[in-house]
C-alpha cells in the first residue's frame, strides 16, 4: 500500500469522491466561522480546500504522513500551517484547536483510538472531535464493485472491510474508547457521475492506496481479467455511483 503516490494520481483515484464529501462533512462536524480548525491525514486537501473556503487560510491547519501530500497542500494552500505528521503523535500544543477533523482516514491510523486521543488532545476543551470513513464492510464503500469483482477471480484477496470504523457504528465505538463525549454517528453519501467505464477504471491503475497497490501488484493477464469483471458488474455507461461513509463527532 502507497500513499507517496503523486497528488494527482490520488485526486484521480480518490479525490472524485473525498471532494463531494467534504462539504457535508463539514457540516456534519459543526464547522462554523471564527473557528481554529485541524485537517488530520489531509491527504491532498479535499477537506483541507472546504475548510480554507469556510474559515480562510489562516484559521485552518493540516497534517499528513506523506511527504508528497505535504508538499502538494503547501502549494495549493500557501497561508495554511501544514505538517508532516502522523495523526498518533500531532506537532502541536494541547487545546490548540476548536475543532480536529480527520475525512477517510481513521482506518489508516496504525492505532486508531490513539490517533483519536492526540486528536482530543490538541483541540481545546468544549471542542469538537470528527471523523468519517468509507462503508468497505457495508457494502456501500465507493471501491465495493472493485473489491467484489477482486474477490471473484481469488476468494483469498484482503480487501479494507476489517479496517477500523469502516461497519456501522464501529467509529462511534472508538470515539468512546479514545475518550470522547456526547457522541453522535450518521451515514453521509455521495452521488458521482462516471462517464464511461474507463474513465471509473483508469485510477485503479495509479497505484494508489490498497487497491492500487493490489493492481499493481497483478500481471498483465490477470489485471485484464480483473478490469473485464468490473466492467460487467457494472452498469452501461453513463452511470451514478452513490457512496457511502460512517461518520462520527465527538466533544472533547
Excluded at 497505484?207 to 490477470?222: C, M
Aim: charged share 25%; net charge negative; proline share 6%.
Amino acid at each position: 500500500m502507497s500513499f507517496e503516490v503523486g497528488a494527482d494520481a490520488y485526486d484521480r483515484f480518490m479525490g472524485r469522491y473525498s471532494v463531494p464529501l467534504a462539504p457535508t462533512f463539514a457540516d456534519f462536524a459543526g464547522v462554523a466561522s471564527a473557528e481554529r480548525v485541524l485537517d488530520v491525514g489531509s491527504g491532498t486537501g479535499a477537506l483541507t480546500a472546504e475548510l480554507v473556503r469556510r474559515l480562510g487560510p489562516s484559521a485552518v491547519s493540516a497534517a499528513d504522513p506523506s511527504g508528497s501530500f505535504v508538499v502538494a497542500i503547501h502549494g495549493r494552500h500557501p497561508n495554511v500551517d501544514v505538517r508532516r505528521a502522523a495523526a498518533e503523535d500531532l506537532p502541536f500544543d494541547d487545546g490548540t484547536f476548536d475543532a480536529a477533523l480527520a475525512q477517510l482516514v481513521v482506518h489508516f491510523m496504525k492505532d486508531p483510538v490513539a490517533g483519536l486521543r492526540e486528536m482530543a488532545r490538541v483541540t481545546r476543551v468544549g471542542g469538537v472531535v470528527a471523523a468519517c470513513v468509507w462503508d468497505h464492510a457495508g457494502g456501500t464503500g465507493p471501491l465495493d464493485t472493485f473489491w467484489g469483482a477482486a474477490h471473484e477471480l481469488d476468494p483469498a484477496v484482503m480487501d479494507e472491510s476489517t479496517l477500523a470504523g469502516t461497519r456501522d457504528g464501529h467509529l462511534a465505538r472508538l470515539f468512546g474508547e479514545a475518550g470522547l463525549r456526547d457522541i453522535e454517528d450518521r451515514a453521509l453519501e455521495v452521488h458521482l457521475e462516471h462517464a464511461s467505464f474507463e474513465t471509473w477504471w483508469e485510477p485503479y491503475t495509479l497505484g494508489a492506496g490498497p487497491a492500487g497497490a493490489y493492481v499493481a501488484a497483478l500481471d498483465e493477464q490477470a489485471r485484464d481479467r480483473l478490469r473485464e469483471r468490473c466492467r460487467r458488474a457494472l452498469p452501461p455507461a453513463p452511470f451514478v455511483q452513490t457512496a457511502r461513509a460512517w461518520a462520527a463527532r465527538g466533544t472533547v
